[in-house]
């Protein structure tokens, strides 16, 4: 009984994974640090931070109470152009269940952010593109199936398992994006919204030779509205919508930013992920470092199932500048 447990266990995530395109579960990895992975949320994102470059990293457990937990761990690098252009880079891998699931990206990204308008041009549109590899696999040797059940022991590794006639599925990926934002210093209050669709190319996702599954489009909308309460702390509510076919996830939240003495910043808020989670979360920033740590509690009828089926998240972020000295002029992130 405990291995046939563990098979269906194994069969629900691997199947649910392999052929999410028919269902409603949604495809693609997703964080609750969003706002810290721009390259994940907004091609348009590309570049847009006070420095020359940054680089961030991510790192999200989820389900760890469920069979082998769902790992995502992803890395970006990205510069801001001295012209019209910035550039960018990203790898990020979501590995899950006992069958050795994969779900790989790796994407070149290029943002225009040229159209300037209002005041000072602090009105910012910025457009992004987004282009790759994207790459899902498994490893059928770390499966149990259904061929492989004896009535008298139970799962007998000594049967043969089913034969697959693919095991991966490669395709180019492509996505978009564009990106508002208020850029304007010293204002109380300053909108950001972006929209962005990945995945524009519908890349097969084969994992049988007569198989037509494609990946769907991925839409994303995202904004958020920084209030300066007083020039040492600010709040910003925030929003996110995705849709990938009939998949859809809707988050809604706040943080506050606390300025402290020897340029140090405090973080504190929570984002509510509607029918599924709840996501307090807390940072520092330091000499251009942000470490940011969130914690997903499950509010869904996952959470009866399986107790301590919870998520965790870690990102740290890096932006270099050059040595050059500048009139000091706050940036307004259109990110957080």
């Not at 009984?1 to 194994?10: E, V």
């Not at 570049?47 to 790992?71: A, H, K, L």
């Not at 890349?203 to 494609?214: G, L, Q, R, T, Y």
């Amino acid at each position: 009984m405990r291995a046939i447990s563990k098979f269906m266990i194994l069969a629900v995530s691997v199947g649910s994974l392999l052929f999410a395109s028919k269902t409603n579960a949604q495809i693609d990895p997703h964080f609750s640090q969003y706002y810290m992975y721009p390259s994940w949320l907004n091609p348009a994102l590309t570049g847009v931070f006070d420095g020359d470059y940054r680089v961030t990293g991510i790192y999200r457990s989820q389900w760890g109470n469920i069979t082998t937990p769902f790992s995502t761990p992803g890395v970006s690098v990205d510069f801001n152009g001295a012209n019209t252009l910035n550039f960018g880079g990203s790898v990020m891998q979501q590995t899950a269940g006992d069958g050795g699931y994969s779900y790989l990206t790796a994407y070149g990204n290029i943002a225009y952010t040229g159209v300037k308008f209002g005041t000072m041009g602090y009105q910012r549109l910025v457009f992004g593109l987004q282009a790759g590899l994207i790459q899902r696999k498994f490893n059928p040797n770390k499966m149990q199936w259904g061929s492989q059940y004896n009535p008298l022991i139970g799962y007998d590794p000594n049967l043969p398992p089913d034969i697959l006639s693919r095991t991966s599925a490669s395709a180019f990926d492509a996505g978009a994006g564009v990106l508002y934002y208020d850029a304007e210093p010293g204002k109380k209050m300053n909108l950001y919204a972006g929209f962005s669709a990945s995945h524009i190319t519908m890349p097969e996702d084969k994992f049988s030779a007569n198989s037509s599954e494609k990946i769907p489009v991925r839409y994303t909308l995202h904004g958020g509205l920084r209030i300066a309460v007083n020039e040492n702390f600010s709040v910003t509510p925030n929003i996110l919508y995705l849709r990938q076919r009939t998949a859809s996830e809707f988050m809604i939240g706040a943080y506050g930013q606390i300025k402290a003495p020897l340029g140090t910043e405090f973080l504190f808020g929570a984002n509510y992920r509607l029918k599924d989670a709840i996501s307090p979360y807390i940072g520092i920033f330091y000499k251009n470092v942000t470490l940011g740590i969130s914690y997903d509690v499950n509010s869904s009828d996952l959470s009866k199932i399986q107790r301590g089926s919870n998520s965790f998240e870690i990102s740290l972020s890096f932006i270099g500048k050059k040595k050059t000295k500048t009139p000091k002029v706050e940036f307004i992130c259109p990110r957080l």
